[in-house]
């Protein structure tokens, strides 16, 4: 717990850096708009669960402002507001022909810093950037989905069929790099993302199933962006 605070911590100060670093050419670039995905995920289980890539849908709201110029690095803060998608596949290897998955959505709150390197942002062209911060969710709601006859005594671990999620809020650390497209009508961007959870969506005590079921992904997306103000 004590190592998971610590990293939030380091990751909110990388957040909030550039926008009170006192740096030799300020901007005040406000940038919003929409994003949409994929989640290619996974759930780290204690005890260990084979599992395929399960794929989720993402999409939101981005914030984005830009503070600061730093030799050739744009530095700033980028806030998102999204709907995610995120669960397992597990991997049943067996004679059986089961199969078995579970989505799980969530309202998730990334709060990055951003840093870019390229053209201007206020200007058209291309810059390359890098996100990372910690990020926030609640659970909304859930769903297994199984083949008919799905049978759990035949697994070699049954306890997670059934067993709804305990601990609605998550957090853990997110980081992301990309390619925004500036042209008159907006920006264009293209990200890929990777989440590491740091929290448990089931209870881990000692007398509890499971000391570990927190979740992970890769994502994909694009966003939508246009300037606010000069």
Not at 7 to 27: G, K
Request: net charge neutral.
């Amino acid at each position: 717990m004590k190592k998971n605070i610590i990293a939030l911590i380091v990751c909110y100060t990388l957040t909030t850096l550039p926008a009170v670093a006192q740096l030799t050419n300020e901007r005040h670039h406000l940038t919003m708009g929409v994003n949409g995905g994929i989640n290619m995920c996974s759930v780290s289980f204690s005890p260990s669960i084979k599992q395929n890539t399960f794929m989720g849908k993402t999409g939101g709201l981005t914030f984005r402002y830009i503070s600061e110029k730093y030799f050739k690095m744009f530095c700033g803060i980028q806030a998102e507001i999204n709907y995610s998608q995120r669960g397992w596949s597990e991997l049943i290897e067996d004679d059986t022909e089961d199969s078995y998955s579970r989505s799980m959505n969530y309202i998730e709150v990334p709060l990055m810093a951003h840093l870019a390197f390229g053209k201007d942002s206020q200007k058209k062209g291309c810059q390359f950037f890098i996100n990372l911060g910690p990020q926030f969710a609640y659970f909304m709601n859930e769903k297994e989905e199984m083949n008919e006859g799905f049978s759990k005594e035949q697994r070699l671990i049954d306890y997670q069929y059934g067993k709804m999620v305990e601990n609605k809020f998550d957090y853990g650390i997110v980081v992301g790099a990309g390619v925004d497209f500036a042209t008159g009508i907006g920006h264009f961007l293209v990200e890929g993302r990777y989440y590491y959870g740091l929290g448990d969506f089931w209870k881990n005590s000692k007398k509890d199933e499971f000391a570990r079921s927190g979740h992970s992904y890769f994502g994909a997306r694009i966003a939508y962006l246009i300037n606010i103000g000069k």
